[in-house]
């Protein structure tokens, strides 16, 4: 299992090799030429802003908002819990077309900061609100009969037991923002990540070396958060936790108004313009319905692939690490999840290296669309399996042997039905997040073959060129 | 005959020995507790027994049947023991009928209801794990390991998660369900209570190595140090002079009983005397020493006693039960000790 783990590691960090392969097969004079310039300095400038801006909104919003749906008895709570989330099933490109079309005047920053924050926040109140659920209110009793307020209690018991979570949801914000593309392309932004496509299009070698300082603030990002000191929560034996009470209806007025007013300007706002848009567009401009449902197919199959090679390979990796922890084999599923620093454009451009380099016959195939979403999804993949397989302790497993089952039998109805909600998880949340994949689709799909995202990313361009062209 | 048999049995994890040539036998039918402090090694062993670890010199045998002797090591699923673990490890997304049938053949299934009677859950039978309370979820445990017809039980720290009330009426069921089944049971405690009012036979796990292996009764009149003396109980350990099968004591010469040889004539050693040895008399009484109430602690069923010795040279205390509860501190008693008492030579004690 662990030599097997290995080289997924070393599959999965392939890219991280690639792209510097890449940047210096320019050579160092075309690095130098690209990296030390004011321009750089502009990019990186917007970039950090950007990404601490969305961080810290984020970090205000999905808390809050977890905080509502776990700790105060709101009506219809699993809607909302639905509903929170649903901002991370609508690309940031359709959301920041949508608020483009609204205001096309909105300042870049600005309307950068908007859609990233209302696209990024349930990757913080996702996290959060599973710290909460797992966190025993006892506590918080507990301070209250120590004569503890309500705010020091929040301060100094609550929020340590969503420490980690907080800040580990807060690192994927970042990392979000540093990948995207699409959204900030529309919405004229510049971070490194728009300024390395537009270079792949003009001067493919400028694309490689700027690769680099993105990867290097990604990987920055990742060591922060595994410097943050973990503690190990033991599980207690499954238990009942009791519902919090029915808020007064004076506090459940506002908290009920204030979810809604997110939920609908991050859910409401791109699915109605989309929809107004749809209405009103004249039929020429829109895509015709025969590519639409080729686009389609081809978005769930490569995305349904891309998910079952992420899952397959995170398996192994994660009972590898949990089974039997060691130094190296913490180790080795720590350095998987490097690969999140990694852009979708910079995996891109790392295996249409490899390609054009050393594998031409895949080059333009699907494979290498499928692998890029395995790799780009992989964490998440490892995230979901891994949660699960804490939910087989090794104590079942060895019960189930000595009631005499054999171990392929104790892997098919203890091991395996327990991992599969993990499994089918992992499965869904990469393929819900590769559907949606424009970046690295833009590069790698092969010739002729469109998804749902570049046909959405084809016809939005050619509504944009038109309006320029009316305004001009 | 001996349905589980352990022979030098050692164990080390990582740079630790856990078990130091551990020998036991386990007569068939039985229920004998493993008794030891915390990291004494007592998981380790049973987990050795149910083959979920190796071990790394000995001989592990049930019914005469090698299970792991170093070289050929059965695996659990071909050994035939059940394992109840401290917080049963029922598995979470099977209900109660199909959690006690896991072990079994699809016909043999029907099989599951009769151990639902005999733990007395057939109401529950389609619950599942977490709609049950610990002690049912223990009880479903035992019926699921008893399922699979096991040459033995290994009971790992049940009741410890439970609370005292349902520990104690936990125990007494698992008892008779073990006797029921006439299963040999291996039961793991640090508690002695449990151990002693539980099992047949006892047998005292300290740093890897077995110390006592004994009847609760034995073990309890006759522990082999002081040490063991005051974790199996209240003990008074006075000292005392050995003289011809004797002691001479604070309270008195008293019969006395040792371990091996006998120690010299002369010699000091530490004498073992349980409080409910000591039987008090009225003051009126001509019988024992006379002395008085230092100290009294109620206990409902019984008072603990905290008596001073009068007309001895040391400042020394001893505890005695009784039932009277009209002696309060001050008040002048006479003692007198029933029965031979334990002695240990002092070197040996610790």
């Given at each position: 299992m662990t030599a097997l783990s290995a080289a997924i590691a070393l599959a999965l960090l392939a890219p991280l090799v690639l792209i510097v392969l890449d940047a210096r097969s320019g050579g160092w004079g075309e690095i130098q030429g690209v990296l030390f310039r004011s321009r750089s300095v502009f990019l990186l400038r917007h970039t950090v802003t950007l990404a601490a801006l969305v961080a810290g909104l984020a970090a205000i919003i999905g808390t809050t908002a977890a905080w509502c749906t776990e700790r105060t008895a709101i009506p219809a709570r699993r809607v909302w819990t639905v509903l929170l989330v649903a901002p991370v099933a609508i690309p940031d490109?359709?959301?920041?077309?949508?608020?483009?079309?609204?205001?096309?005047?909105?300042n870049g920053l600005l309307a950068a900061t908007l859609v990233m924050t209302l696209g990024t926040y349930p990757l913080v109140y996702l996290p959060v609100a599973a710290a909460l659920r797992r966190a025993d209110p006892a506590m918080q009793d507990i301070a209250y009969s120590l004569g503890v307020g309500r705010l020091r209690t929040l301060i100094r018991v609550t929020l340590p037991l969503i420490r980690t979570a907080l800040l580990g949801g807060c690192v994927l914000v970042v990392l979000t923002v540093l990948a995207e593309y699409g959204a900030f392309e529309i919405l004229r932004y510049q971070t490194f990540t728009t300024e390395i496509f537009t270079e792949f299009q003009f001067e493919p070698q400028a694309a490689g070396a700027l690769s680099i300082p993105l990867v290097l603030l990604g990987l920055l990002v990742l060591t922060g958060d595994a410097l943050i000191p973990r503690r190990t929560v033991t599980q207690t034996a499954p238990r009942r936790i009791p519902r919090p009470e029915r808020p007064r209806a004076l506090i459940a007025a506002p908290t009920l108004l204030a979810l809604?007013?997110?939920?609908?300007?991050?859910?409401?706002?791109?699915?109605?313009?989309?929809?107004?848009?749809?209405?009103?567009?004249?039929?020429?401009?829109?895509?015709?319905?025969?590519?639409?449902?080729?686009?389609?197919?081809?978005?769930?199959?490569?995305?349904?692939?891309?998910?079952?090679?992420?899952?397959?390979?995170?398996?192994?990796?994660?009972?590898?690490?949990?089974r039997r922890s060691s130094t190296p084999r913490i180790l080795l599923e720590r350095s998987t999840y490097v690969t999140q620093a990694l852009p979708g454009v910079v995996i891109a451009l790392s295996l249409v290296f490899l390609a054009t380099r050393y594998l031409y016959g895949v080059y333009q195939t699907s494979v290498l669309l499928i692998a890029a979403y395995a790799i780009l999804h992989f964490p998440l993949a490892l995230v979901c399996v891994k949660s699960s397989v804490a939910q087989v302790p090794a104590q079942l497993t060895d019960v189930a042997r000595s009631l005499g089952r054999r171990p392929p039998a104790v892997f098919l109805r203890i091991t395996l039905p327990l991992l599969a909600p993990g499994l089918l998880a992992g499965f869904c949340l990469v393929f819900l997040t590769a559907v949606t994949e424009l970046t690295a689709t833009l590069v790698l799909a092969p010739i002729g073959v469109h998804t749902l995202a570049t046909q959405f990313w084809a016809y939005q361009s050619e509504v944009a060129y038109g309006a320029r062209l009316m305004r001009s | 005959m001996s349905a589980i048999a352990l022979q030098e049995v050692s164990k080390r994890i990582g740079h630790t020995d856990v078990l130091t040539g551990v020998d036991l036998e386990v007569p068939a039918g039985s229920l004998t507790a493993i008794l030891g402090a915390s990291g004494s090694g007592k998981t380790t062993?049973?987990?050795?027994?149910?083959?979920?670890?190796?071990?790394?010199?000995?001989?592990?045998?049930?019914?005469?049947?090698?299970?792991?002797?170093?070289?050929?090591?059965?695996?659990p699923q071909r050994r035939g023991v059940g394992y109840v673990p401290q917080d049963g490890a029922l598995f979470p997304h099977l209900i109660v009928t199909a959690n006690i049938a896991f072990g079994l053949a699809r016909t043999e299934r029907s099989r599951a209801h009769e151990l639902l009677d005999l733990i007395g859950l057939s109401?529950?039978?389609?619950?599942?794990?977490?709609?049950?309370?610990?002690?049912?979820?223990?009880?479903?445990?035992?019926?699921?390991?008893?399922?699979?017809?096991?040459?033995?039980?290994?009971?790992?720290?049940?009741?410890?998660?439970?609370?005292?009330?349902?520990r104690i009426e936990l125990r007494q069921d698992v008892a008779r369900i073990l006797r029921e089944s006439s299963t040999t049971a291996l039961l793991v405690t640090h508690d002695q209570q449990e151990a002693l009012s539980l099992a047949d036979l006892v047998a005292v796990l300290r740093d890897g190595e077995i110390v006592q292996y004994a009847t609760p009764q034995e073990l309890y009149t006759q522990p082999l140090d002081a040490h063991l003396a005051g974790f199996l109980g209240d003990a008074n350990i006075l000292d005392g002079t050995f003289d011809d099968a004797?002691?001479?004591?604070?309270?008195?010469?008293?019969?006395?009983?040792?371990?091996?040889?006998?120690?010299?004539?002369?010699?000091?050693?530490?004498?073992?005397?349980?409080?409910?040895?000591?039987?008090?008399?009225?003051?009126?009484?001509?019988?024992?020493?006379?002395?008085?109430?230092?100290?009294?602690?109620?206990?409902?069923?019984?008072?603990?006693?905290?008596?001073?010795?009068?007309h001895q040279a040391t400042a020394e205390q001893v505890r005695a039960r009784t039932r009277d509860t009209g002696l309060s501190p001050g008040a002048a008693v006479r003692l007198e000790v029933r029965g031979p008492v334990r002695i240990w030579a002092v070197s040996a004690s610790c």
């Open positions: 490109f359709v959301v920041g077309y949508a608020w483009h079309s609204i205001a096309p005047r909105m809604a007013a997110l939920v609908g300007l991050g859910v409401g706002v791109p699915i109605g313009t989309l929809v107004y848009w749809m209405a009103q567009s004249q039929h020429t401009t829109l895509p015709a319905a025969a590519t639409l449902g080729s686009a389609t197919w081809a978005t769930l199959r490569y995305s349904a692939l891309g998910a079952g090679v992420a899952v397959t390979l995170a398996l192994p990796v994660a009972m590898m690490s949990f | 062993l049973l987990r050795l027994i149910a083959g979920f670890t190796q071990l790394d010199a000995g001989t592990i045998t049930i019914g005469g049947r090698t299970l792991d002797d170093g070289h050929t090591v059965l695996r109401d529950l039978a389609r619950r599942y794990p977490h709609q049950l309370s610990g002690g049912q979820q223990q009880r479903v445990a035992l019926a699921r390991a008893l399922a699979i017809g096991p040459a033995v039980v290994l009971l790992d720290e049940p009741f410890s998660s439970l609370d005292a009330s349902l004797h002691v001479a004591t604070a309270l008195g010469r008293l019969p006395a009983r040792w371990h091996g040889e006998p120690p010299a004539k002369g010699a000091p050693v530490n004498v073992l005397i349980r409080p409910e040895q000591i039987e008090l008399h009225p003051a009126t009484s001509e019988k024992g020493l006379t002395g008085q109430v230092v100290r009294s602690g109620y206990h409902g069923h019984d008072v603990l006693l905290h008596l001073q010795v009068d």
